[in-house]
């Protein structure tokens, strides 16, 4: 839907009233969203969203999770002055 844009400050949807309003109109349960954040939404939107890379370098969000799971413990281990 246009006019929507996620605000890195606050992690949240910004948008016009008037464009809640329409949306809220013809679709009521997302309402919640408009003070709900979406803390990792940057994560989410590189796992889920529509670009997918379909050749060398394609990974799946399982394959990519690994890849964080895996980075994420090799930072805990360099920090902790390991190998």
């Known amino acids: 839907m246009s006019g929507f844009a996620l605000s890195p400050l606050t992690n949240m949807w910004d948008v016009e009233p008037e ?3 329409t949306l809220i109109e013809a679709r009521p349960k997302v309402k919640k969203w408009m003070n709900t954040p979406i803390p990792h939404y940057d994560k989410l939107s590189r796992m889920f969203g529509k670009d997918r890379a379909t050749s060398l370098g394609a990974t799946t969000a399982k394959e990519k999770v690994r ?3 895996a980075k994420s413990e090799n930072d805990k281990d360099d920090s902790k002055g390991g190998s």
């Open 67 to 69: 890849q964080w799971v």
């Open 19 to 21: 464009v809640w309003k």
